[in-house]
């Protein structure tokens, strides 16, 4: 069995503090985190510095987290990316998100899980374009660049979106 030191025993006693020492603050306050929603290890930190707590605690609080199997970094990584495909952003947008939380993955992983879920950028775009164009009786050039827009947004490329839009109005104009 490890030995957590957010446990009261004889040889933390003298470090406890009305009951409660700063490590064990910041293991509670890890916790309650994770309970609303799944952090990085990165933002988990930013969040814990943020509340006023010591670097020290800090990465002790993480270290036993992940000995619980509390923090899991994959996991968390893995909902991400399949929550974004599905909010549509392109892998490319992904990467440097993940990469902005100090996530280090390939864009080649990313791309598996893409294809897992047959998800292409392709797909994507059209299913913005759908969705920005959809109840339009007529697509005005205006319409049509609000949503390529959205599709640069998310992080696709311009050429891409604009094959796309060209595939998506022929479509329509067969209805």
Known sequence: MIDSPFEKN?????????????LQKS???AIKLLTKKDYSEYKLSQKLL????????????IDQLKIK????????CELKIKGMMQRNYS???????????????SKEQIEKIFWDHKVTSKIQIKKIFEKKLRNLTSISQKDINRALNRALSKGHSLALAKECIATYTTESEDY
Request: with cysteine.
């Open 10 to 22: 004889a040889s933390n006693e003298g470090n406890v503090q009305k009951g409660v020492s700063s």
């Open 27 to 29: 293991y509670l306050c």
């Open 50 to 61: 943020l509340r006023g707590f010591s670097p020290e605690d800090i990465n002790a609080t």
């Open 69 to 76: 199997n509390l923090l899991r970094e994959d996991d968390y």
């Open 91 to 105: 892998p490319e947008y992904i990467l440097a998100s993940l990469s902005r939380e100090k996530i280090n993955i």
